[in-house]
């Protein structure tokens, strides 16, 4: 496999790490329909946990089998298949060596009580990555929660662990909390937040959710709007977070989020594209819908990633 010159450039970006983490990077740019082109398109099936089975699974039967998963990142050419610790045991021989993995170590479940604060449990270690031929960890925080603190110091260690075996490191940065109103998570100066708190804390790849034009800080409010910074389109909104992750020089994913339109879809991979994100990782809008529909769908994205959409 020859890294080719976008990708190097990327990775020159990563100063100081391991050369293992730099080529566990290269192997997830690297394959795929979209090798080399320094753009992902990551599959994330971690809502199982988060949601339950029905609300995950139902609107696609097939999509409760772990063997589901791998094969259609597998069909559709992607780079990554992101999942918990027992979605990727459940396939992990069959699949061995045909996918990129990250091992998802740490979750939540919506049967917590509202009053049990914004968390998630480490349920994974590096050592099963390790033993599954794992790309990369994968850890969720959330600042604006009271217990953002501690899940910082979770990854941080976590990171520092992964890193000292050549595995990289994706955080999901998902404000949500104590702080911050609803509107507020997805508010651009959150999200540009989020994903600077992400690239200081070591992620080597951020996913983020894509941001409204609302402004939910007060002092940042007024510096947005003193400086005149563009949040009028969504390509605007991506190009402040990938300027607020260290002027991209990390890579950064979008999420998908819940199931919606095709259009929407391909408006945000445009708009993902516009602003220089490095792509898409995108979960329930791939596999609750039909195997031939998802391919259908994971075709024109990689068109559209390509510039040929």
Wanted: net charge neutral; charged share 25%; hydrophobic share 40%.
């Amino acid at each position: 496999m020859k890294a080719s010159r976008k990708v190097q450039q990327i990775l020159s970006n990563y100063e100081g790490e391991a050369p293992g983490v730099k080529g566990k990077l290269c192997q997830m740019l690297m394959h795929g329909r979209l090798k080399g082109t320094g753009k992902m398109i990551i599959l994330p099936v971690d809502q199982g946990f988060e949601h339950g089975p029905a609300r995950t699974y139902g609107p696609n039967a097939a999509a409760y089998d772990p063997h589901y998963h791998y094969q259609l990142a597998i069909d559709a050419g992607l780079n990554a298949y992101a999942a918990p610790l027992g979605m990727l045991e459940a396939g992990a021989d069959t699949y061995a060596g045909q996918m990129p993995t990250i091992l998802k170590m740490n979750s939540a479940n919506s049967l917590m009580s509202s009053t049990a604060g914004k968390d998630q449990a480490v349920t994974a270690s590096v050592d099963d990555a390790l033993r599954l031929g794992c790309s990369a960890i994968g850890f969720t925080i959330y600042p604006g929660s009271d217990r953002q603190l501690d899940m910082f110091e979770e990854i941080v260690e976590l990171r520092r662990e992964a890193a000292a075996v050549g595995i990289p490191t994706v955080i999901w940065s998902y404000p949500r909390g104590e702080a911050i109103s609803k509107e507020g998570e997805t508010a651009i100066d959150v999200a540009a937040y989020a994903a600077q708190i992400a690239a200081l804390i070591g992620a080597h790849i951020i996913k983020i959710k894509l941001s409204t034009d609302h402004l939910e800080v007060p002092e940042a409010k007024k510096v947005f709007e003193e400086q005149k910074i563009d949040i009028s389109t969504q390509a605007a909104r991506v190009k402040e977070c990938m300027r607020s992750s260290f002027n991209g020089r990390r890579i950064v994913v979008f999420s998908g989020g819940a199931k919606k339109g095709e259009d929407s879809i391909y408006d945000d991979a445009r708009a993902i594209r516009d602003g220089g994100g490095n792509g898409s990782i995108i979960g329930r809008n791939s596999f609750q819908r039909e195997h031939s529909e998802a391919l259908a769908m994971f075709d024109k994205l990689v068109a559209i990633y390509k510039g040929n959409e």
